[in-house]
């Protein structure tokens, strides 16, 4: 019986995309999907619910059980992202991730200089 970890790559390679530039689209861990299929394991209902979130055209039951059409009759297929649509996702995630560590690094810096005042 084929799980939804083998439906997910099924739905991936129709939707001509690879399994980093579908990690990236749905916001999970670099190479989760691919380790998730190398170790034929089960996929937690967060990430069904960001795929479904992300691709409403993929059918949920085919995804979940196997049965029925992979996509939404009703739904087109979207265009595959292009690849400067990407790098310009991932430069804002980075952007935001530096920009939140800065923010933690001044906070903590900030902090000692109080604590050294004191004493």
Same mark, same amino acid.
């Not at 995804?63 to 649509?85: Q, S, Y």
């Given at each position: 019986?084929? /799980? ?11 939707? &001509? ?8 689209? #749905? *916001? !999970?861990? &670099? *190479?989760? #999907?691919?380790?998730?299929?190398? &170790?034929?394991?089960? $996929?937690?209902?967060? $990430? =069904?619910?960001? #795929? $479904? /979130? %992300? ?9 979940? !059980? ?8 009703? !739904?087109?297929?979207? /265009?595959?992202?292009? +690849? ?7 430069? &804002? ?7 939140? %560590?800065? +923010?933690?690094?001044?906070?903590? #810096? ?5 604590? $050294?005042? =004191?004493?």
């Amino acid at each position: 019986m084929s /799980k939804t970890i083998h439906r997910i790559m099924q739905s991936i390679s129709a939707l &001509n995309m690879s399994a980093r530039q579908f990690d990236i689209s #749905i *916001g !999970t861990a &670099n *190479g989760y #999907i691919l380790r998730m299929e190398k &170790n034929n394991a089960s $996929v937690g209902s967060d $990430v =069904i619910e960001r #795929i $479904v /979130k %992300e691709y409403p055209q993929i059918n949920l039951v085919w995804l979940i !059980t196997g049965k029925g059409d992979m996509f939404i009759k009703d !739904t087109p297929k979207p /265009k595959t992202r292009a +690849k400067h649509e990407i790098e310009a996702y991932i430069n &804002n995630r980075l952007k935001q991730q530096w920009s939140d %560590e800065k +923010k933690a690094l001044l906070d903590e #810096i900030l902090k000692e200089i109080d604590e $050294v005042k =004191i004493k």
